[in-house]
C-alpha cells in the first residue's frame, strides 16, 4: 500500500519544514458575503458561523467518528447540525464507533454490505482501505475543495499511484511531553538525544509516588510508541524499493530502547490507551509521555506551567516521530456518498472549517494550510496552548505518516490485517522477549500475510 519506488509516492519530508506556519489564504470555495457573522458564540466558536447558501443536498447520510471526547462531539453536533440547517432536505445520522472497533466494524460492514456514508480513519487506514476495495477514490473531492489547500506532507503520505483514497482534515504531530515542574527540581534539560531522554526518564523515576515514563499500547491506535522508536532510530517495515526490512541492526536498537521505556512505565500501562493515561500525566503520576498536540487540551490556565514539551530525539540521519491525522472516508458501498460528499465539501469550506476548528479538541491541528490563519491561532482556546502547537509544528516537519518511512507502502495491508504492531510492543515488553526473537517471529508473520 506504499510504492516507495515511485516518486509521486514519497513522502515529501521537506513539505512541512518550517513547522505549521500561518499561511495566506486560498479563495474560499464559498464567498465570505454568504455568512452572516454575528458575536461570539457561547461555546468557544469563532464569530459565527453560519447561514450558509443551499446546495440542493437531500436525503439521509449515516456518518461514523471514533472520537469521545466532550469537544470533539460537541462540534461535530454543530457541524451536523449546521449543515442541515443550510440543507433543510438533508439529514446526518451519526454514530460514535470507539476507536480500534471503528476500523473492524468497517471491514465486517463492507463484507455485510452495511456501512456509513461517512467515516474517520487514521494511520494507514487513510490509504489502505482504497487499495482493498473499502474506500472509494476521493480525487474528485480533494480537486473539488483545492488541492493546494491542503498539506503536502499529509496528501504525499496518503497518495497511491495518484489517487487518494480519503481527505485530511484534522491531525496530531507526536511529540514529548514532560513535567517541567520535576526538571526545575532536578536541574533537567529537554532530551536531545535517546540516551538523554532514558537518563531523564530514570530521574524522574520514584515508583509509586511517580514513574519515569507512561507507555501505552491497549489496540492498533496505540501503537504510536513503538513506531516513533523505530522512525527516530532509522528502523522501518518497509525500504525505498518497498521491499520487507526488518532486519537490520537499527531495529534491534530501537526495540531494546522500546523495552527500556516499558522499564520505567507504571505496571498494566501496556493494556491502557494514549487517552486513557493521560490524567496520569497531568496528575503528576508520570513524568514523560509521548502523545500528540491534542494533550494540550487536558492543560488550564492553572496547570499549564507544569508542563513542557521537546521534539522526539532523532538518530542522525533518521525521521522523526509519527505523524497521525484524521481523512474523511467514502466506502465504496456508501448508500448516499453524494451527500458525504457535500458534506465534506461543506465542512472543510473555509469559513465553517475555521468555526469547527474553534470548536473541536483543543490541538487538533488543521491539515489545511489556509487555515493558520489569526482568528485560529488566536483564539482564546487556542492562544493558550500555541508553544505546544508549535512544538508539533516542529515534529510535524520531519514526521512519518502511517507505517510509511519512504512512503505509502503496497504490504502496510499486511501490518493491519495482522496486528503486527501491536503484537510486536507486547512481546517485547509484557512478555519480556528478546528484541532478536521478536524479530524472527514478525518477519515471518509479515510474510505470510504479504
Known amino acids: ?33 454568504d455568512f452572516i457573522y454575528s458575536s461570539l458564540l457561547t461555546t468557544g466558536g469563532l464569530t459565527l458561523a453560519p447561514t450558509m447558501p443551499a446546495w440542493g443536498a437531500s436525503g439521509t447520510a449515516k456518518t461514523w467518528s471514533p472520537d469521545t471526547r466532550d469537544a470533539a462531539i ?17 439529514t446526518i445520522d451519526h454514530l460514535n464507533v470507539p476507536y480500534g472497533d471503528d476500523t473492524a466494524k468497517l471491514v465486517t460492514g463492507h463484507a455485510a454490505g452495511d456501512v456509513p456514508d461517512l467515516t474517520w480513519v487514521y494511520s494507514d487506514f487513510l490509504f489502505t482501505f482504497g487499495l482493498e476495495g473499502i474506500a472509494s477514490n476521493m480525487n474528485d473531492t480533494v480537486a473539488a475543495i483545492g488541492r493546494d489547500r491542503f498539506m503536502d506532507g499529509a496528501m504525499n503520505g496518503i497518495q497511491v499511484g495518484g489517487n487518494y483514497y480519503s481527505v485530511p482534515f484534522v491531525g496530531f504531530p507526536f511529540f514529548i511531553y514532560y513535567r517541567k515542574d520535576i526538571y526545575e527540581k532536578l536541574g533537567l534539560n529537554p532530551p536531545t538525544t535517546h540516551e538523554e531522554f532514558l537518563h531523564n526518564i530514570e530521574a524522574c523515576h520514584n515508583p509509586p509516588e511517580i514513574y519515569g515514563y507512561q507507555l501505552t499500547n491497549q489496540a492498533i491506535s496505540d501503537v504510536w510508541n513503538l513506531k516513533t522508536a523505530m522512525w527516530t532510530h532509522g528502523a522501518y517495515f518497509f525500504d525505498e524499493n518497498d521491499n520487507l526490512a526488518l532486519d537490520r541492526p537499527e531495529t534491534i536498537d530501537a526495540w531494546n530502547f522500546y523495552k527500556e521505556l516499558g522499564k520505567w512505565s507504571p505496571p498494566g500501562s501496556m493494556a491502557q490507551s494514549d487517552l486513557e493515561t493521560r490524567a496520569l500525566y497531568v496528575d503528576g503520576k508520570c513524568a514523560h509521555m509521548m502523545t500528540t498536540t491534542s494533550m494540550s487540551a487536558n492543560f488550564t490556565p492553572d496547570n499549564i506551567g507544569r508542563f513542557g514539551a521537546a521534539v522526539y530525539p532523532s538518530k542522525p540521519g533518521a525521521l522523526g516521530a509519527s505523524l497521525d491525522f484524521y481523512g474523511f472516508v467514502i466506502p465504496t458501498k456508501a448508500k448516499n456518498p453524494e451527500l458525504a460528499e457535500e458534506l465534506i465539501k461543506y465542512w472543510l469550506s473555509y469559513d465553517v472549517f475555521q468555526e469547527y476548528l474553534a470548536r473541536t479538541v483543543v490541538g487538533w491541528v488543521p491539515m489545511m494550510s489556509d487555515a493558520y490563519s489569526d482568528a485560529y491561532l488566536n483564539h482564546p482556546r487556542i492562544s493558550i496552548v500555541r508553544d505546544f502547537i508549535d512544538i508539533g509544528g516542529k515534529a510535524a516537519a520531519n514526521g512519518v505518516v502511517g507505517t510509511g518511512y519512504f512512503g505509502p507502502s503496497k504490504h502496510a495491508g499486511a501490518l493491519t490485517a495482522t496486528d503486527v ?16 526473537d521478536v524479530l524472527k517471529w514478525a518477519i515471518d508473520v509479515i510474510k505470510s500475510e504479504m
Open 74 to 90: 460537541a462540534s461535530e453536533e454543530w457541524l451536523n447540525g449546521a449543515f442541515m440547517a443550510a440543507n433543510p432536505g438533508a
Open 421 to 436: 504492531e501491536k503484537q510486536i510492543g507486547d512481546r517485547l515488553v509484557v512478555l519480556d522477549q528478546k528484541p532478536e
Open 1 to 33: 500500500m506504499k510504492g516507495g519506488d515511485s516518486p509521486e509516492m514519497r513522502h515529501n519530508q521537506t513539505s512541512l519544514k518550517g513547522g505549521l506556519k500561518i499561511m495566506s489564504r486560498i479563495k474560499n470555495l464559498v464567498t465570505r458575503r
